[in-house]
């Protein structure tokens, strides 16, 4: 998926930010709940934020695939290298080009079995190397998959959290780290 390549940059930053996370909850959780909610604390809203990553990044990927078919259709063309043709070398002549080669030319079987292989080869390129949409259709089916599990898991582990905080506990400093983290991100 070339459309989600900077995100590979971003996974050392962000696995930092979930271990503060966890971190941070856990201490808070800890100290006025046990060890055994501050662990449950943790991991709920470790849960969240990468649920809310992957929901963020396919959200952008759909976007931008949204995009690249309706606006900007050309954005989407990229061309791989047409088939190359091999010949066998000759007995030491001087070497013939399939451009230069008239009716005289004398090729092996091998070169002419080669040739029309080619033929068909690069035919299949100029075919298959027009159309963008296979790629399209190949992230937009990943985009899509992670936007299906991520919406689940982000929401339930979301709601579980606002739940945690309807029950009259204190707003917490992690709590308010997590949100006011997630507004900096929203922006």
Request: glycine fraction near 10%; proline fraction near 3%.
């Amino acid at each position: 998926m070339e459309a989600v390549g900077f995100v590979f940059g971003l996974i050392p930053i962000v696995g930092i930010a979930i271990l503060a996370f966890f971190v941070i909850g856990f201490n808070n959780d800890a100290k006025q709940g046990g060890r055994g909610k501050g662990l449950f604390s943790a991991f709920t809203y470790s849960v969240a934020v990468v649920g809310l990553g992957l929901l963020v990044g396919s959200a952008i990927v759909l976007v931008s695939l949204g995009l690249k078919s309706t606006v900007l259709p050309q954005a989407d063309y990229f061309f791989s290298s047409p088939p190359e043709l091999f010949l066998m070398e000759d007995d030491g002549g001087p070497k013939v080009t399939v451009s230069e080669c008239t009716d005289t030319c004398t090729f092996t079987t091998a070169d002419k079995n080669n040739i029309r292989t080619w033929l068909n080869s690069y035919d299949q390129w100029r075919l298959t190397n027009r159309s963008g949409s296979t790629n399209l259709r190949g992230e937009l089916a990943s985009a899509l998959a992670f936007f299906i599990v991520a919406a689940p898991l982000f929401f339930t582990f979301f709601r579980m959290l606002q739940r945690e905080a309807a029950r009259g506990q204190a707003i917490q400093g992690m709590r308010s780290f997590y949100f006011y983290g997630i507004s900096v991100i929203g922006i």
